[in-house]
């Protein structure tokens, strides 16, 4: 699945998500929608540990607040994955020689979340869910290609030729079902808005090797 047709998947799935979830928010001061965007960094755990070193995480999504203890949320988060340079060593040849790769973890998951003193200016909170997730992995070699000559509105013809690029010479993708969770803390800072850190447990049931990933991030939340 193409970066662009999972983003609009992702998207898809949140919009839908906020007009099924449409249960009025109690009191409290939380609104009756939920959104939220974060980042950070990544450790592989159990046996992901043996193939592929920290590298980064994005997530993005939204739901409602079901109360002001409880909201739903969909969201999309992408792991990228860094294959340690053993690995790639051991999965070159003789007449094939590995100078990069390609590995991420997706996952597009319904969670719930249950917060704990949601009246404070902190609030922790925990939460658990489930989805889709899939792994992709590209091992590449520097190789030379034609790049064919092409038309510029602004420079006319631009003459093509000889250059360097990146052969695929390795490729998998799994996909399954995983389960995640999770515990974070809200910091309250105005207008309903809060940013917020978090780490998650994310087990992914995928097809050959399982993945097991530890994602730890700071965001805001709206």
Not at 20 to 40: D, H, L
Request: glycine share 12%.
């Amino acid at each position: 699945m193409k970066p662009v047709t999972r983003l609009s998947c992702a998207l898809a799935i949140l919009i839908l998500a906020q007009g099924t979830f449409s249960i009025p928010a109690q009191a409290g001061g939380y609104r009756k929608g939920t959104f939220f965007v974060s980042g950070g960094f990544n450790n592989p755990v159990g046996a992901d540990n043996q193939y592929f070193n920290t590298s980064g995480t994005f997530s993005f999504g939204g739901g409602r607040n079901v109360t002001d203890r409880f909201a739903l949320e969909v969201d999309y988060t992408h792991n990228w994955l860094a294959l340690d340079p053993v690995v790639l060593d051991r999965a070159a040849a003789d007449t094939s020689q590995i100078s990069d790769s390609h590995a991420s973890l997706w996952s597009v998951t319904l969670n719930g979340i249950y917060r704990f003193h949601p009246d404070s200016d902190i609030v922790p909170w925990l939460r658990f869910g489930g989805g889709y997730y899939k792994r992709t992995l590209q091992l590449t070699q520097t190789a030379l290609f034609y790049y064919p000559p092409v038309w510029d509105p602004w420079w006319g013809w631009i003459d093509g030729g000889w250059g360097p690029g990146e052969a695929i010479v390795g490729q998998r993708d799994d996909a399954g079902l995983g389960v995640n969770v999770g515990a974070g803390i809200d910091f309250e800072i105005e207008n309903g808005a809060s940013l917020f850190l978090e780490t998650r447990y994310e087990h992914a049931f995928l097809d050959g090797v399982e993945s097991q990933i530890v994602p730890i991030m700071a965001g805001v939340r709206w």
